[in-house]
């Protein structure tokens, strides 16, 4: 595709549940990020993936956080037994190779937690 | 630890002054430095990236600069116009893999 797809992009789910968030980065990119953002605030660093895997989760807030990337290409977010803390936007990132190369970001999937 | 900082946290002027936005952060050892512009309830947009090895950027009225050594960036804004309100994010990487980020500017042509 043409740029980062993120979906959904409005999420609403009652606290206990779960929720998948999806990520379709830039075709061809290895480099895969994903960041949380809460109102007024940089958006903060959860996972990074080269390629399939998971080269740094040291950002995920614990272990209800989960993330994968099968394929090298889409990842999903997964969050188990959702919390009203968790309400953010989650934000989705690809670059052709890590750091050194332009990073680009979806529009995010806003999730509330009710 | 890499640390990002923007200054000012806000930012209100009228339209068509110049203006300039600051990004400094503690870990000079970066690949690049990129800045981002995000609307409000959107993601993030690439105005400009920087590589260790160069200065300056520029894209139409923006200008980016980079001193790695003193851990500074700046991003100029000429001729301001309302459509430039957004907030402004700078970005570095930190260590192998991160993007860490700064907390923004919110910025706001007065028409």
């Known amino acids: 595709g043409a740029g980062v797809s993120q979906t959904p992009s409005n999420k609403v789910t009652e606290k206990g549940k779960y929720v998948e968030l999806r990520c379709d980065p830039i075709s061809g990119h290895t480099a895969l990020y994903w960041y949380r953002q809460s109102l007024g605030q940089g958006p903060e660093f959860l996972i990074y993936f080269q390629g399939t895997g998971a080269a740094d989760d040291s950002g995920l807030p614990n272990d209800r956080f989960f993330a994968v990337r099968p394929e090298g290409s889409v990842s999903t977010l997964k969050i188990q037994r959702t919390e009203r803390g968790d309400s953010a936007v989650y934000l989705c990132?690809?670059?052709?190779?890590?750091?050194?190369?332009?990073?680009?970001f979806g529009q995010g999937t806003r999730l509330t937690v009710v | 630890k890499q640390e990002v900082t923007q200054i000012p946290a806000a930012l209100s002027v009228p339209e068509g002054e110049n203006l300039v936005l600051n990004c400094s952060f503690t870990d000079s050892a970066i690949y690049n430095l990129q800045w981002f512009r995000q609307d409000p309830g959107k993601g993030l947009t690439s105005l400009l990236l920087i590589q260790s090895s160069q200065r300056e950027q520029t894209s139409g009225r923006l200008n980016a600069s980079l001193d790695k050594s003193s851990g500074r960036s700046t991003l100029y804004i000429a001729a301001s116009q309302p459509g430039d309100s957004a907030t402004y994010l700078c970005a570095v990487p930190s260590g192998d893999d991160k993007i860490i980020f700064g907390k923004g500017t919110r910025l706001h042509i007065l028409p």
């Open positions: 990132a690809s670059s052709l190779y890590p750091l050194n190369t332009e990073a680009f």
